[in-house]
């Protein structure tokens, strides 16, 4: 099959981030071009290390891993090593990766890429804090008209935060690299916490992957067990959201989602609700409409997407 999407993945893993690169490799509609890795939810030599490990445990060890910004743009790094573990991906044993890490730098990786392929043939998928593309949109601001459409995971608005009462993690780590991204005028799709956190790893959603019996299927279960305990403990659920598949789903089956176009701003001024997505979803102001914010899924759709392309690796 010739592959429907060309894409960036920008991702800081993370269980959750490895899920979706997982999802990304083992489904042949798609084309991953590089794996970008920036600082968020552990420092950037965890995360491109963790991006290199999922390579390898999908068995497609000549993907391109660059690694990125070590910081955010303006604010100091923020980790969450109390979800994802000392590691960020703490659970399963992974072997330490050998395929190398590519010299470039992700954000020159990024506007090489853009700045040779054909225009609107790339999209760009980050999973982590925005610091990559918003260095790559001030570096090269052309890329802006050629990227096809950004889709991303980050925000909330009904769900409100889940690192402060206002903001999501992505966000609130690098608000002014968001704030660049939502005012680059690209396409943007959105899965904010409205959407994922309908998405939830329940007991019998994971015992899906473990009947699976294949490596990279067993080590999924063993990711998403760890990386639930710490949302079951928080929300009293049974499972926690598995947030950044959401991405990858929707370019592969988007009837799982529904949403609509909003005007999206990034809080980059008020300390107390820094890094919030302030979402027009009524459209109450004259604001341009600059992302489509999707509010719900099919959960059950979703995570037999899941196990079925987990499953091909
Ligand atoms: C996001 O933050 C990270 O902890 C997850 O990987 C996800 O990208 C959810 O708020
Ligand atoms: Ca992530």
Known sequence: MTARHRIIIDTDPGQDD?????LALGSPEIEVLGITAVAGNVPLRLTEKNARKVCELAGKPETRVYAGAIRPMVRPLVTAEQVHGKTGLDGPDLPEPVMPLQKQHAVDFIVETLMAEEAGTVTLCPLGPLT?????????????????????????????????????????????????????????VMMPLDVTHKALT????????????????????????????????????????????CVIAYLLQPDLFRGRDCNVSVEIASELTMGMTVIDWWGVTKRPKNAM???????????????????NL
Not at 204 to 233: N, Q, S, V, W, Y
Not at 237 to 245: A, E, I, S
């Open 18 to 22: 490895a899920v979706a690169i997982l």
């Open 132 to 188: 990559n593309i918003a260095l790559a949109l001030v570096r090269e601001p052309r890329i802006a008209a050629r990227i096809q459409r950004i889709v991303l995971m980050g925000g909330g608005f009904f769900e409100g935060g889940n690192t402060t009462p206002a903001a999501e993690f992505n966000i609130y780590v690098d608000p002014h690299a968001a704030d660049v991204v939502f005012r680059s005028g690209v396409p943007i």
């Open 202 to 245: 329940s007991s019998a959603r994971i015992a899906a992957f473990r009947k699976l019996d294949t490596r990279p299927a067993l080590a999924t279960a063993e990711m998403l067990e760890f990386f639930e305990r710490f949302d079951e403990t928080k929300y009293g659920t049974d499972g926690g959201p598995l947030h950044d598949p």
């Open 293 to 311: 914010v999707m509010r719900d899924i099919d959960a059950d759709g979703f995570f037999a997407l899941l196990v079925e392309r987990i499953g």
